[in-house]
């Protein structure tokens, strides 16, 4: 990761905005099943999953971006998180990844204030402008709730868009939903030199659910 002396102007007006909200993570969820193999090799896109002919997680990336990874801020879009475990049924267990939040500013960054579908991709945008939009007092045709958390985006489906992948040094904890969970796995996080800790809460809809259905 690059230092803090060595960061350019545009790196530093994107950190000093995350500082200013209170940006402590970037989030991904990920069945259990999957997770020995993302803390060893990170988060692979599409593209590369593709070329070595292996199963792709989201088979519809409809905002023509199969060269990035998607990430959410501090809380998971809980609207695809909760559809995904659905469709994969009870037996399927899942986990939250938190990732350092340095991507912002390390990579080129796709910033989207919305799904990143949306408009086939339509509204993502680099730089400071596309990160303040995530914060937005609006977001289609709803306003900011009052009580979200300053690092949480207006909209529970904005995601960034980070391009090439995660490499595994960038996550930094696992979250389990339950302590068994925990306990069954928690030494393949340990292992991997990462912390595994239970936040019940990330695998709830958010607290400004009832704007959003």
Not at 30 to 57: D, H, Q
Not at 92 to 113: G, H, T
Not at 191 to 211: E, V
Request: hydrophobic share 30%; aromatic share 10%.
């Amino acid at each position: 990761m690059t230092s803090e002396k060595s960061l350019s102007a545009y790196q530093k007006e994107l950190k000093e905005y995350c500082d200013k909200r209170g940006v402590e993570e970037l989030i991904h969820f990920a069945p259990i099943s999957k997770m020995p193999f993302i803390l060893r090799y990170g988060l692979l896109t599409n593209a590369i999953l593709r070329n070595a002919k292996s199963e792709v997680g989201d088979k519809s990336r409809f905002d023509g971006n199969d060269d990035h990874i998607c990430l959410s801020i501090d809380f998971p879009n809980y609207k695809l998180f909760f559809k995904r475990r659905s469709d994969a049924g009870p037996a399927e267990e899942w986990c939250v990844l938190s990732i350092s939040r340095a991507l912002i500013w390390e990579r080129s960054c796709i910033f989207y204030p919305c799904n990143a579908a949306t408009g086939k991709g339509a509204y993502g945008k680099r730089g400071i402008n596309g990160l303040k939009e995530m914060f937005a007092d609006t977001s289609e045709g709803r306003n900011r709730d009052r009580a979200l958390k300053g690092s949480y985006t207006t909209n529970p489906q904005a995601e960034i868009l980070v391009p090439d992948g995660v490499e595994s040094e960038f996550i930094e904890k696992v979250y389990f939903g339950t302590e068994s969970e925990r306990d069954a796995h928690g030494s393949i996080v340990k292992n991997s030199g990462k912390q595994s800790l239970i936040r019940k809460d990330l695998f709830l809809p958010r607290c400004d659910y009832k704007s959003w259905r």
